[in-house]
């Protein structure tokens, strides 16, 4: 169980991280 928690964590910043990047571009 911790561990699908940590890949849900895991996945919801690489998430971040992209959505992070596209406003930075879309900024530019």
Same mark, same amino acid.
């Given at each position: 169980? *911790?561990?699908?928690?940590? %890949?849900? *964590?895991?996945?919801s %910043? &690489? *998430?971040? =991280?992209? !959505?992070? =990047? &596209? #406003?930075? !571009? #879309?900024?530019?």
């Amino acid at each position: 169980m *911790e561990i699908e928690l940590l %890949q849900e *964590e895991a996945e919801s %910043q &690489k *998430e971040n =991280k992209l !959505f992070l =990047k &596209k #406003s930075v !571009f #879309s900024n530019i």
